[in-house]
């Protein structure tokens, strides 16, 4: 379901305020979401929000529909989306629901679904609430079993003390070296978990932007151009990491201490790298996921799995493989022993901690992996996506490429370079990414691809 300011995919529903984040269509999607939580035998739902204007207006509509559907409602305020989801579990919730547009500009909004105890919702379940968002039921509770709304404030508390007692976070080594960190929270629902956070594991922490009153001064998508008052912030305090988060905080990206952007993959490679040390055990990944990740699978001997794009499949394929560690290009990682969602929050804790205790700078972790250079661009959708027989059609002048079709269109030549195109889940645009250890091929790959896409769409 996908109009200009409407997406409903893999990540939820997101939509622009003003526009298709009304409160009819919250209703609609609360109403729905009590059936399919009813359904399963469930009582009690979680509602936490981002820092979003519009996130207080949008918990009244959810749990006006949740209560008057006799499910009780617990708001859990604003927390980063990994703390909700942990906090679903840690205080056994029946569904969570989180108000966040993730990385959207700040007049998107939108809503994250999660079933029993924080998982999120299946392909089967997806599709349930679309029908019913679509048909809505009539389920509503009689007269004397409407629900209740209470408040609980210990979602972010539960969260920070869960990643402090990971086996790989070692507050010991973080004091003795007094690692210095700067954090960006971009004035998201990170400000209220990861400055208290890192103080709490020993850092010196700076805090950027940490104000969580929901207006953004910067893109809110933690990206190499919106990050110069961080890049600037490290070397003035001499800091050996910057840490940035996106508005919910599922995303972490990095700048090191000279206030050089680390490319977000690396998030997810540093972070896997420590894990996998502690435990191993399958990474798995996204088929938009670059070698960087590869090499660190080799480097553990552990095998790498390819999912589609979209946390829910990664997480439903960590589950079944027992895997060590998951994540997605973004830099989002999933780190199972806090919980089976992105979690920038956990992940910059990890990072921090086997910084100090490995030693060295950050730069010269980073320069452990060989160089690759993966680049994206956006094609705006002015009509239905094209499959995938049309899109090979498109790029026949990739013979010599094998192809894959896990989501989208993947390429892959014998020396290594890919470009893959594919319909977003969140925005209505097909995504084009391409990746080689050489900056002209990579960039004459995604060239040649977006061309044949926008062709396409004339
Ligand atoms: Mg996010």
Same mark, same amino acid.
């Given at each position: 379901?996908?109009?200009?300011?409407?997406?409903?995919?893999?990540?939820?529903?997101?939509?622009?305020?003003?526009?298709?984040?009304?409160?009819?269509? +919250? %209703?609609?999607?609360?109403?729905?979401?009590?059936?399919?939580? !009813?359904?399963?035998?469930?009582?009690?739902?979680?509602?936490?929000?981002?820092?979003?204007?519009?996130?207080?207006?949008?918990?009244? /509509?959810?749990?006006?529909?949740?209560?008057?559907?006799?499910?009780d409602a617990v708001d859990f305020g604003i927390a980063p989306t990994p703390a909700a989801l942990y906090a679903a579990s840690h205080?056994?919730?029946?569904?969570?629901?989180?108000?966040? /547009?993730?990385?959207?500009?700040?007049?998107?909004?939108?809503?994250?679904?999660?079933?029993?105890?924080?998982?999120?919702?299946?392909?089967?379940?997806? &599709?349930?609430?679309?029908?019913?968002?679509?048909?809505?039921?009539?389920?509503?509770?009689?007269?004397?079993?409407?629900?209740?709304?209470?408040?609980?404030?210990?979602?972010?508390?539960?969260?920070?003390?869960?990643?402090?007692?990971?086996?790989?976070?070692?507050?010991?080594?973080?004091?003795? &070296?007094?690692?210095?960190?700067?954090?960006?929270?971009?004035?998201?629902?990170?400000?209220?978990?990861s400055p208290t956070l890192m103080r709490r594991l020993g850092c010196e922490t700076t805090e950027l932007y940490c104000e969580p009153?929901?207006?953004?001064?910067?893109?809110?998508?933690?990206?190499?151009?919106?990050?110069?008052?961080?890049?600037?912030?490290? !070397?003035?305090?001499?800091?050996?990491?910057?840490?940035?988060?996106?508005?919910?905080?599922?995303?972490?990206?990095?700048?090191?201490?000279?206030?050089?952007?680390?490319?977000?993959?690396?998030?997810?490679? +540093?972070?896997?790298?420590?894990?996998?040390?502690?435990?191993?055990?399958?990474?798995?990944?996204?088929? %938009?996921?670059?070698?960087?990740?590869?090499?660190?699978?080799? !480097?553990?001997?552990?095998?790498?799995? &390819?999912?589609?794009?979209?946390?829910?499949?990664?997480?439903?394929?960590?589950?079944?493989?027992?895997?060590?560690?998951?994540?997605?290009?973004?830099?989002?990682?999933?780190?199972?022993? $806090?919980?089976?969602?992105?979690?920038? $929050?956990?992940?910059?804790?990890?990072?921090?901690?086997?910084?100090?205790?490995?030693?060295?700078? +950050?730069?010269?972790?980073?320069?452990?992996?060989?160089?690759?250079? +993966?680049?994206?661009?956006?094609?705006?959708?002015?009509?239905?996506?094209?499959?995938?027989?049309?899109?090979?059609?498109?790029?026949?002048?990739?013979?010599?490429?094998?192809?894959?079709?896990?989501?989208?269109? !993947?390429?892959?030549?014998?020396?290594?370079?890919?470009?893959?195109?594919?319909?977003?889940?969140?925005?209505?645009?097909?995504? %084009?990414?391409?990746?080689?250890?050489?900056?002209?091929?990579?960039?004459?790959?995604?060239?040649? /691809?977006?061309?044949?896409?926008?062709?396409?769409?004339?």
């Amino acid at each position: 379901m996908t109009g200009r300011d409407f997406v409903f995919g893999v990540s939820g529903f997101r939509a622009r305020t003003g526009e298709s984040f009304t409160a009819a269509n +919250l %209703v609609r999607f609360g109403n729905a979401f009590a059936r399919l939580v !009813k359904q399963r035998g469930g009582r009690v739902v979680s509602i936490a929000r981002d820092t979003r204007l519009s996130g207080e207006a949008a918990l009244g /509509a959810l749990a006006s529909a949740l209560m008057l559907n006799g499910l009780d409602a617990v708001d859990f305020g604003i927390a980063p989306t990994p703390a909700a989801l942990y906090a679903a579990s840690h205080f056994e919730m029946d569904g969570s629901l989180t108000i966040t /547009a993730s990385h959207n500009p700040a007049e998107w909004n939108g809503i994250e679904f999660a079933m029993e105890r924080g998982r999120l919702l299946n392909a089967s379940e997806r &599709r349930l609430l679309e029908a019913w968002f679509r048909n809505p039921p009539r389920t509503f509770a009689p007269w004397n079993e409407t629900g209740s709304l209470r408040v609980e404030e210990g979602a972010a508390e539960a969260h920070i003390e869960r990643v402090l007692s990971l086996q790989s976070v070692d507050a010991e080594a973080v004091r003795r &070296r007094a690692l210095r960190v700067v954090v960006d929270a971009g004035n998201g629902a990170g400000s209220i978990v990861s400055p208290t956070l890192m103080r709490r594991l020993g850092c010196e922490t700076t805090e950027l932007y940490c104000e969580p009153n929901g207006i953004f001064p910067r893109n809110p998508e933690p990206t190499e151009g919106s990050l110069d008052a961080l890049k600037a912030a490290v !070397k003035e305090h001499g800091a050996d990491i910057g840490i940035a988060h996106d508005p919910d905080a599922d995303r972490t990206t990095l700048i090191d201490e000279t206030g050089a952007f680390v490319p977000e993959e690396y998030t997810f490679a +540093l972070t896997a790298d420590v894990l996998l040390k502690e435990r191993r055990g399958p990474i798995v990944t996204t088929v %938009v996921t670059g070698a960087l990740l590869d090499e660190t699978a080799q !480097k553990h001997d552990v095998p790498i799995l &390819r999912t589609p794009v979209g946390v829910g499949h990664v997480v439903e394929k960590m589950a079944e493989t027992s895997a060590a560690v998951g994540g997605e290009s973004t830099g989002g990682v999933v780190l199972p022993q $806090v919980h089976l969602t992105t979690d920038g $929050v956990a992940a910059a804790a990890v990072i921090a901690s086997g910084l100090a205790s490995r030693g060295g700078t +950050l730069s010269d972790w980073v320069n452990e992996w060989g160089r690759y250079v +993966l680049v994206k661009r956006k094609v705006r959708l002015t009509t239905r996506a094209p499959d995938v027989n049309r899109l090979a059609e498109a790029m026949s002048w990739a013979q010599e490429a094998s192809a894959e079709t896990t989501d989208g269109l !993947k390429l892959t030549w014998e020396d290594g370079s890919w470009v893959s195109v594919r319909p977003s889940g969140t925005e209505p645009v097909m995504r %084009v990414f391409a990746e080689s250890r050489d900056a002209a091929r990579a960039q004459e790959l995604l060239n040649r /691809a977006a061309d044949a896409v926008s062709r396409l769409l004339l």
